[in-house]
């Protein structure tokens, strides 16, 4: 089991490597400890800050630690889960794929190198797309299906160069959209089948996974709106988003996601970031789409990816995410001033 099978542990010659070590899941499960353990940090991690966790020093374990992560997912068979779970392992796949192509290439001695042609042909992409010196062009079919669920308008067809059927991508536009082929490749086949002596040896760590989950979801239901105990990063995203700045697409969702998550509704949101609610309505239906909840409210990490973690305090040291903030400093407040009578002090 090589190095590139642990940091990529949903390509096939990494489900083939575990095929060939003759590991029995039953028995991993039953015989317990690091990769049992490594596979529980992996939804947890996901759940509480959408990354996968630190990667286990041994190969071996972080490799294991993956099938081990989705039986657990499958053993507690929410939608929501299979969703934050298959898109923390594609953002770790996507931060590693950068780091591992544009820094020295990682080079294993038997599983070969990770490089963009490798992943492409993983994804049977490699008659799709058309690598060039700045990024690529992508046949229109695989842009369709790949950028279907990317944040942000810019990613649709409309306001892009369409030519011959291709559609031109920069280098880190093709590398969110190998994001998005592995969250498809993780979902794939999501949730298994789990076998009762194997769900038997996992009832702690489902247990486990549901507490997180009521941690994760409870903020969601404040609804209570305090703007002055909301967290710093929401409060200079709300400043720049009243003083008609308009935000880039990634800190919009943001602020927005963290609105609605708290229970505001789309005209109160409007209102209280002073956009016209037409301005607001084609996000805001997105963040709550068919599906419900494709746009949790961000994790700190995700924040801190995209510049918008500003302003941390002493609290920001303990809490996930943004929502686990105001959650926290909401805590106990009875009969808040009604947020619409602050706005004008603002
Ligand atoms: S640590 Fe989290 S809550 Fe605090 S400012 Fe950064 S993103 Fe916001």
Redesign the pocket.
Known sequence: MERLHARYPFLTAAREAVEAAGVDLADLVAAGGQPVERGLDRVESAITDGTVGDPHRTPRVELLSYPVARVLVSLVDRPELTRVYARAEAATAHERLRSDVEGEALKSTAGGEMTVERLLAEFDLDRDVDLDEDGARVGVSAYLRLAADLDGEEWRLAVRDLSDGWVPVEREELYALLRAAVRDRVTEGLPLPVPEAVAGNLESEREAIESALADYDSPRGIDLVVPGLF????RALLDRARSGEDLPPNSAFALLSFLTGIGMDRDEVAALCDLDPEAVEYRVSRLRGENGGDYPPPS?AT??VYG??????D??EE?P??AN?YARRIDGVEDPTDWRETLDAD
Do not use: A, R, W
């Not at 918008?308 to 305090?313: G, I, P, R």
């Open positions: 967290p710093p990063c929401m700190c924040m801190q918008d973690c500003v302003n941390k305090d609290l920001c809490i995410t943004p903030y």
